[in-house]
């Protein structure tokens, strides 16, 4: 599969940029999708809730009222969930709700997800580009030219470029990795990707060096 190469002023370069069969143009594989965006979502939660159990509650443990005879259930000490400041029932402790998942399959995963937006035509190939100073202008222009304004973009840069980074930051629904950080949720939560063209060649050989 090939694409124009455009440039950040939205015109094209004339030249094509190929795309690896292997990498976009796979048969996808939706359960493995379902995996890595699941395994991705779950690493990112903190797992620091916490609610007190009868054991953790200030207060006496003194029983309120005699076993039997009074008509009533029988009730333990204040600290008794059922009383209003009383302990939380299997309440939520600290957790850790990662998962491991196996390479292969994230790599099938973010294969599919890079065939999916193939398919759907939401991949851009930019000539490589910097920017000489850091402001926020100087990448929604760049947004403009290339028609990708009010989408949900994904850059993918061959390296970090601090320059880059600092002036796509604070745009909403704009997000900027390197090659080796993509990843299945990013690529498929974005409405348009769009590749740097040195990282194509990064990211066909990241992802057919490891299936």
């Known amino acids: 599969m090939e694409l124009s190469v455009i440039k950040v002023s939205g015109e094209t370069t004339g030249r094509k940029a190929s795309l690896q069969d292997e990498v976009f143009a796979i048969e996808p594989n939706d359960h493995a999708i379902y995996l890595d965006v699941k395994s991705h979502l779950a690493n990112r939660r903190q797992g620091t809730h916490k609610s007190k159990q009868r054991n953790e509650i200030t207060g006496s443990s003194k029983k309120l009222k005699k076993q039997k005879g009074t008509g009533g259930a029988r009730a333990g000490n204040i600290k008794n969930p059922q009383f209003k400041g009383g302990g939380r029932v299997f309440g939520p402790v600290p957790r850790d709700y990662s998962f491991k998942l196996n390479r292969k399959v994230k790599v099938l995963a973010r294969k599919s997800a890079l065939t999916y937006k193939a398919k759907d035509n939401?991949?851009?190939?930019?000539?490589?580009?910097?920017?000489?100073?850091?402001?926020?202008?100087?990448?929604?222009?760049?947004?403009?030219?290339?028609?990708?304004?009010?989408?949900?973009?994904?850059?993918?840069?061959?390296?970090?470029?601090?320059?880059?980074?600092?002036?796509?930051?604070?745009i909403p629904n704009t997000r900027i990795i390197t090659a080796d950080q993509i990843n299945t949720y990013d690529v498929l939560n974005a409405d348009k990707l769009l590749l740097v063209e040195s990282a194509v060649g990064k990211i066909a050989t990241l992802l057919t060096k490891e299936s």
């Open 122 to 170: 939401s991949i851009a190939v930019i000539e490589d580009f910097a920017f000489d100073t850091v402001k926020t202008k100087n990448y929604t222009s760049f947004l403009q030219a290339i028609n990708a304004s009010g989408n949900k973009t994904l850059l993918v840069l061959p390296a970090a470029n601090r320059n880059i980074a600092l002036a796509g930051r604070n």
